[in-house]
């Protein structure tokens, strides 16, 4: 059974940080493309950031200089580092794993940003 489970999700403040933890189980981690993405109220899911088997990390330009995207294959996790945080990367956060035709996701962890 595949399972992706997100962790760490809650609220800061402007400015501030957050760090994200995805632990997957069930399949083979580490040939896979994982990812975050996040979808706000009103708005579609959009792609936040990936990295690929190797460790190349690709980033939407919102996010780029402030969020990092790593992983760890012995532990099947991949993280999402969240700093400098603004009111509009409030959104549900959702990890991803992808390999051929296989796309899975985890249940998805709210970040909320406010004063």
């Known amino acids: 059974q595949v399972q992706l489970v997100e962790s760490g999700g809650g609220l800061a403040q402007p400015g501030g940080s957050l760090g994200l933890s995805c632990a997957a189980s069930?399949?083979?981690?580490?040939?896979?493309?994982m990812g975050w993405y996040r979808q706000a109220p009103g708005k579609q899911r959009e792609l936040v950031a990936q990295?690929?088997?190797?460790?190349?990390?690709t980033y939407t330009d919102s996010v780029k200089g402030r969020f990092t995207i790593s992983r760890d294959n012995a532990k099947n996790t991949v993280y999402l580092q969240m700093n400098r945080l603004k009111p509009e990367d409030t959104a549900v956060y959702y990890c991803?794993?992808?390999?051929?035709?296989?796309?899975?996701w985890g249940q998805g962890t709210q970040v909320t940003v406010s004063s």
């Open positions: 069930g399949i083979a981690f580490r040939l896979y493309l």
């Open positions: 990295i690929t088997f190797g460790g190349t990390t």
């Open positions: 991803n794993g992808k390999l051929a035709l296989n796309d899975y």
